[in-house]
């Protein structure tokens, strides 16, 4: 099993930043990604960015160029840089991690993103 514990969500006004952090414990050795889901009230989750094992990353077209993933492997952490945000990414943001062969998916407790106009 894998435990995740979320950090770094908040308020803030448009065009400012944030930086969420997701911290994996216990079975590691077997994720295959790490990466971050939203959702906002009333729609459905989505992705917002992913990291590979093998370091390959990729975003929704909404955050491209405004957010980035990286990962620190020694403390087991993937991070989202969000930059230039905007009303419309207010949304819960939840860390997932995809996990052995079936791809088995953790998933974070979520933490709160509100972006003021």
């Known amino acids: 099993q894998v435990q995740l514990v979320e950090s770094g969500g908040g308020l803030v006004e448009a065009g400012g930043s944030l930086r969420l952090s997701c911290a994996a414990s216990?079975?590691?050795?077997?994720?295959?990604?790490m990466g971050w889901y939203r959702q906002a009230p009333g729609k459905q989750r989505e992705l917002v960015a992913r990291?590979?094992?093998?370091?390959?990353?990729n975003y929704v077209d909404s955050v491209k160029g405004r957010f980035t993933i990286s990962r620190d492997t020694a403390k087991n952490t993937v991070y989202l840089q969000m930059n230039s945000l905007k009303p419309e990414d207010t949304a819960v943001y939840y860390c997932n991690v995809q996990w052995g062969r079936s791809g088995y998916d953790y998933w974070g407790q979520g933490t709160q993103v509100t972006v003021s106009s």
């Open positions: 990291i590979t094992r093998t370091g390959n990353t």
């Open positions: 216990g079975s590691i050795f077997s994720i295959n990604a």
